[in-house]
């Protein structure tokens, strides 16, 4: 799923599959902050975004798996 053209319902169910918890609010982020450099596959920039809302490694690394940029 691109973090970068998904709407954000696409991204909510993404990030519903992958076991994120409260994934609409987490879509709306991920909409929030693009767009996503497409030469980072890590998503780098997104981590760095969501780390100011204290999600926790593991839901950052559930967020990010479930998304390209």
Do not use: C, F, H
């Given at each position: 799923m691109?973090?970068?053209?998904a709407?954000?319902?696409?991204v909510?169910?993404a990030?519903?599959?992958?076991?994120?918890s409260?994934?609409?609010?987490?879509?709306?982020?991920?909409?929030?902050?693009?767009?996503?450099p497409?030469?980072?596959?890590?998503?780098?920039?997104?981590?760095?975004?969501?780390?100011?809302?204290?999600?926790?490694?593991?839901?950052t690394?559930?967020i990010?798996?479930?998304?390209?940029?």
């Amino acid at each position: 799923m691109s973090a970068n053209t998904a709407s954000e319902e696409e991204v909510a169910a993404a990030l519903e599959s992958a076991g994120v918890s409260n994934s609409q609010r987490w879509a709306k982020e991920v909409v929030e902050y693009r767009p996503y450099p497409t030469d980072d596959p890590n998503l780098t920039a997104l981590r760095d975004k969501l780390v100011k809302y204290n999600p926790g490694q593991e839901t950052t690394d559930k967020i990010v798996s479930a998304l390209t940029p």
